[in-house]
DNA sequence: TACCAGGTAAAAA
DNA sequence: TTTTTACATGGT
């Protein structure tokens, strides 16, 4: 019950120290030893186990978006047997031999938080990301309460005081000025680009069926989304194995630490193809705990 | 105190 | 067409 099998080996703490790692991240929050997140009004806390991780409570819409959490998409197996003939990849694959990204479940929870991150240390990202959430996200229906409310008696589940908030969404930040998002610490450029994300004629879920060039068409025709933030969602949302943000500044410090040689990062990804995603993320890992 | 940090669009040349 | 500039926060 409430179990999910995940490939062997899996390092649970090194695959979702991404959460904690560059700030607090107030919608995957760690608690007591597992992860948190609000899934379908929801608080799921997520921990280790023999073969897999536990998932508390597991439905069937929790599931999947668990799944996406976690990365499982990913086809580990084969990335670890590719990178078997690349030296650099093999070495970070033998010292992380469990590590496996996490992802963005949600594609407008990617977007605003790509937005976030453009040009701006990842700490100053984090930091504004969570100001978001605290001000528009909405705390689970059964977790503990909250300052002035909160849900009290009936509880299906025991407040855990991990304190998560779902991700705002799309909707409740359609409806939010530029001024409130500027307060947060936006500045009025990606505040202007946030509000036109979410207010845009595209329905986000519906990039999954298309190819990751008409993805990225369709997301770039949106202001305040370019190359780089396109990229990302298709690593860190759709998880598409030949995504290679090129233009992005830590991959590129990382791919220019293993491989002095290069000199155009977009074209060194080819030599990772079909595994650009995974590859990104092995190598980014290994300049991070270089 | 400055300067830089997982970009982007718009202005200026 | 290519180059330069403004942008706001957090860490060092």
Known sequence: MGLIAVPQPYDFERSLDRFTFWGVDRANVWHDG??????????????PANGGVRIEPLDDTIEPVVRKLLGLELDLPAFHAFAQGEPVLAEAAQRFPGFRPPLAPDPFEALVSSITAQQVSLHAAFAVRSRLIDRFGERSACSGSGPGEGVRGNREV??????????????RVARASEAELIVLGFSRRKAEYVLGVAR???D????ASLPDDEVKARLTSLRGLGEWSADWFLARHLARPEAWPAGDLGLRKAVLAFYPEVTDVRAAGERFRPFQNLSAHYL???LRYL
């Open 158 to 171: 025991p407040p855990t005081g991990a304190n998560v908030l779902a991700f705002p969404t799309r909707e």
């Open 34 to 47: 597992g992860l948190h997140r609000v899934v379908a009004g929801r608080e799921v806390r997520i921990t």
């Open 200 to 202: 845009a004629d595209l």
């Open 204 to 207: 986000f879920h519906e990039l």
């Open 284 to 286: 980014l890992a290994a």
